[in-house]
């Protein structure tokens, strides 16, 4: 697989990534031992980049990566997230909160690099910014764990132009993880131009619309009972409906192309920018293959406005109300 630079002088790393979220959180019932396939054979194929975080499982993803990459850790360009913290309520169920203080950014890197075990983490992002915490104070603590070798690059998740800019002020800011797809282009009027002012790669995640644009399901019945996408705004009523006649464009769109629906997507995303790099998510060998296989999908301009005319944003918001009160801050 070809590679690309994260931003201009960053890293080379592959040009899809590999989300590895699902194997333990979110989206139902996991496999370790395919998981672990899964991130082998990314690595056969040239896929190295693999995006875990503290807060998925939570702790239990960074774990399974670790084990994965044991004796592997050339090969790896390992990236994980901090600052979404989950602790057991008064009921026991778990509760969410931000935390960007400088004091907790120490302490979650070395948490991280335990679990992962390795001796510096390559990418490391702040996963949402805390609105009580200023922004200068959070990286200005990620800039020493730079300077002390525990972490290589630095990366924020879903924040605002404006905080980036006062970000990169403190510490260059290699790349920003935010959801980019044919469905979801809220970074398009503000964030990647500032991005390509600044130098700054963009990580799309969610590239194929949370598995939606692949055409592998078309309704939140067929996924498992603990998967937050049967309760998410885009999969319930009156946006299912719309988004499936979008999801229907993609697929006649692939068809006239060759292609699967997914790698259509996923070209797409590579098209719009050489700095942009997809982590799409899966758990599973074969539909790891289907998605590198995009990397050799290749997209005109003329091509990919017309894919970008005929499949609109999706109906309905990306998380419930509380989660989109942490984004583009």
Known sequence: MYTRTLGAGGPQVSAIGLGCMGMSAFYGRGDEQESVRTIHRALELGCNFLDTSDMYGPHTNERLVGR????????VFVATKFGIKLEPGPDGRPVRSIDGRAEYVREACEGSLQRLGVEQIDLYYQHRVDPNTPIEETVGA??????????????????????????????????LQSEYSLWTRDVEPQILPTLKELGIGLVAYSPLGRGFLSGRFSSPEE??????????????????????????????????????????????????????????????????????????VELSEEEAQRISEAVPAAAGERYDEAGMRGVNI
């Open 142 to 175: 990620m800039a020493e764990l730079v300077e002390e070798g525990k972490v290589l690059y630095l990366g924020l998740s879903e924040a605002s132009a404006e905080t980036i800019r006062r970000a990169h002020a403190v510490h260059p800011i290699t790349a």
């Open 68 to 75: 994965a990459i044991k004796g592997r850790r050339e090969q």
């Open 223 to 296: 996924l498992d009972e603990g998967d937050f996408r049967r309760y998410a705004p885009r999969f319930s009523g009156q946006n299912l409906e719309r988004n499936r006649e979008l999801v229907e464009r993609v697929k006649e769109l692939a068809a006239q192309k060759g292609v699967t629906p997914g790698q259509l997507a996923l070209a797409w995303v590579l098209q719009r920018g050489e700095h942009i790099v997809p982590i799409p998510g899966t758990k599973r060998v074969a539909y790891l293959e289907e998605n590198l296989a995009a990397a050799e």
